[in-house]
């Protein structure tokens, strides 16, 4: 079994940064393939990030490459998402995802945590 808590959203300008935390609980941390998603208002869920168990590889949705950097510290049991250059459509709830699997994928998330608000004005 693994908790995610997630921390870090907030509002901010758009063209600004913010970065999310997400502190995992549980002892196969190290082996679990960890993701971020969001949710818009009126919107499904969809896949932002995610990288394998060792944070080697990684993963992102088109609409974010190049400005969200998906990382984690395994000794630390946790996942981080610096998100740069925001704009108003990255307005969301951000959610952190773990898979049993230590393979990185898009989908097929074990748990998941509550979600923060990310807000980005215009």
């Known amino acids: 079994q693994v908790q995610l808590v997630e921390s870090g959203g907030g509002l901010v300008q758009a063209g600004g940064s913010l970065r999310l935390s997400c502190a995992a609980s549980g002892r196969t941390f190290s082996t679990n393939a960890m993701g971020w998603f969001r949710q818009a208002p009126g919107k499904e869920r969809e896949f932002v990030a995610a990288c394998n168990w060792s944070g080697v590889n990684t993963d992102y949705a088109d609409s974010v490459k190049g400005r969200f950097t998906i990382s984690r510290d395994n000794a630390k049991n946790m996942v981080y998402l610096q998100m740069n250059s925001l704009q108003p459509e990255d307005t969301a709830v951000y959610y952190c995802?773990?898979?049993?699997?230590?393979?990185?994928?898009?989908?097929?998330?074990?748990?998941w945590g509550q979600g923060t608000q990310v807000t980005v004005s215009s």
């Open positions: 995802a773990a898979r049993r699997s230590a393979l990185i994928s898009p989908k097929n998330y074990d748990f």
